[in-house]
């Protein structure tokens, strides 16, 4: 009986240490974050917002001025010709409206491009570190509850990516 014990105590050990070696984590947010290509995907991308918030605040204001001339002719102006000139105005709210959103959906459209290609080069690391390294398993850390520090090669593919 106790050799059967001391077996399955030794086992366990055995068994735990090939999985804890096998199974790693990477926090793929953190790569996204700190690494300097997802770094300069970020300040592209913040460029990008910032250009279109002063391009898009010029327009506004523009539009903001042209409303108050509108409103100003009420009086002066025949209804129809009023009527007309407010459809006008209307018109060009709705293609600003449009103008903006084209531009978020086209700068949201570079930034997926861009970060699944990150994420497909991280990919890549990922399938080559773990051949070289006997890992069979690499899970997200936002998926993980738990695990030992040594599981944890995040800093390890961060150096290989910013290489």
């Given amino acids: 009986m106790k050799k059967v014990f001391f077996f399955l105590i030794i086992y366990s050990f055995f068994v735990s240490s090939v999985w804890s070696s096998e199974i790693s984590i990477v926090d793929i947010t953190f790569l996204l974050k700190n690494s300097n290509k997802g770094k300069n995907i970020q300040k592209e991308i913040d460029n990008l917002n910032s250009e279109n918030l ?3 605040k010029e327009k506004k204001k523009k539009l903001e001025v042209k409303e108050k001339k509108i409103a100003s002719k009420k009086n002066i102006l025949s209804q129809e010709d009023f009527n007309n000139e407010v459809s006008k105005f209307r018109n060009e709210v709705t293609n600003y409206e449009n103008e903006r959103k084209k531009s978020a959906q086209k700068i949201n459209s570079v930034k997926i491009t861009k ?5 497909g080069e991280i990919n890549s690391i990922l399938v080559d570190y773990s051949s070289k390294n006997s890992i069979t398993t690499i899970i997200d850390k936002k998926n993980v509850i738990i695990t030992k520090q040594e599981n944890d090669i ?10």
Wanted: net charge positive.
């Fill in 54 to 56: 002063k391009l898009f």
């Fill in 115 to 119: 970060i699944t290609k990150l994420l």
């Fill in 154 to 163: 995040t800093k390890e593919i961060l150096k290989i990516l910013n290489n």
